[in-house]
């Protein structure tokens, strides 16, 4: 469920964090990366991620920049923004090791304990986010599209439909250009029927932006978070987000 996001987030900070490589991050193969004390160094603004003077496009909004992967984008003031080496992934709950379906690197959060519970009843409390974003590389996708629509459905059945894969219904597809010109390709993917075992369990959605960066790899923005819930982001905001989606000096590295 989708708690294994962002809890899991938090537990990789605790042993410094893994930051997942592309198309590795579909088989769970990981490598370490810097703690994010290492990487959230103070900003005259207090983001960690700010990094070589980018700006928001948005007045009021704040940057997440992956100087990395050679992208940036602005999201709304109330968001958690991590360090760039903080990773959010969902398991596959089929896996005996429970292994990660799908991360994001250097997540921001909305709402990050928006609801708490204690699943396996073992006296720790889970954290659920209301709505994650991130960016990811898509080593091994043949087109934008198909990783558009891959990412897309992978976040809603790993985080919200596990294991009822006929919960996950398609979106829509399509080209889009974002305000600064990149283009690339836009999905969409959405649960109903998800499971609704635990008080954190709902429904859930995900919009991805894929994209090829300055040095032609395919790359993805993704939202995903929690749906016909009364604090549901409005899909007018995540588009919002999605045309802030923009190239900045880097790109290519993973690190």
């Known amino acids: 469920m989708v708690a294994g ?11 410094g964090a893994f930051l997942f ?7 769970g193969d ?3 990366a810097p703690g994010p004390s290492g990487s959230a160094s103070a900003s005259p603004t207090g983001n960690p991620r700010e990094e070589g003077g980018l700006k928001p496009t948005v007045a009021g909004w704040q940057t997440v920049a992956d100087t990395g992967r050679g992208m940036a984008f602005d999201v709304p003031a109330e968001w958690n923004l991590k360090a760039r080496s903080w990773v959010s ?12 379906l799908i991360g994001v690197a250097g997540p921001a959060f909305l709402k990050e304990k928006w609801c708490s519970s204690d699943e396996d009843r073992d006296g720790t409390r889970s954290d659920t986010a209301l709505a994650t974003t991130g960016s ?5 996708a043949r087109s934008t599209r198909e990783a558009a629509v891959d990412d897309a459905q ?4 790993g985080g919200y439909a596990q294991p009822r894969r006929k919960a996950v219904k398609a979106g829509t597809a399509e080209e889009y250009t974002t305000t600064s010109g990149l283009k690339g390709t836009v999905a969409t993917a959405s649960s109903s029927g998800a499971p609704d075992t635990d008080k954190c369990d709902s429904e859930g959605k995900a919009t991805v932006f894929s994209f090829e960066n300055g040095d032609g790899q395919i790359t993805s923005w993704a939202f995903f978070g929690a749906s016909e819930v009364e604090d549901e982001v409005p899909d007018s905001t995540i588009r919002k987000i999605l045309s802030t989606v923009r190239l900045v000096e880097g790109g290519g590295k993973t690190s």
């Open 21 to 27: 490589l592309g198309g590795d991050e579909d088989n």
């Open 154 to 157: 992978k976040w809603v059945y």
């Open 5 to 15: 996001a962002a809890v899991l987030a938090v537990a990789a900070a605790a042993v």
């Open 89 to 100: 992934w969902v398991e596959d709950e089929s896996d005996p090791e429970l292994k990660p």
């Open 136 to 140: 990811r590389s898509n080593k091994g």
């Open 30 to 32: 990981k490598e370490a």
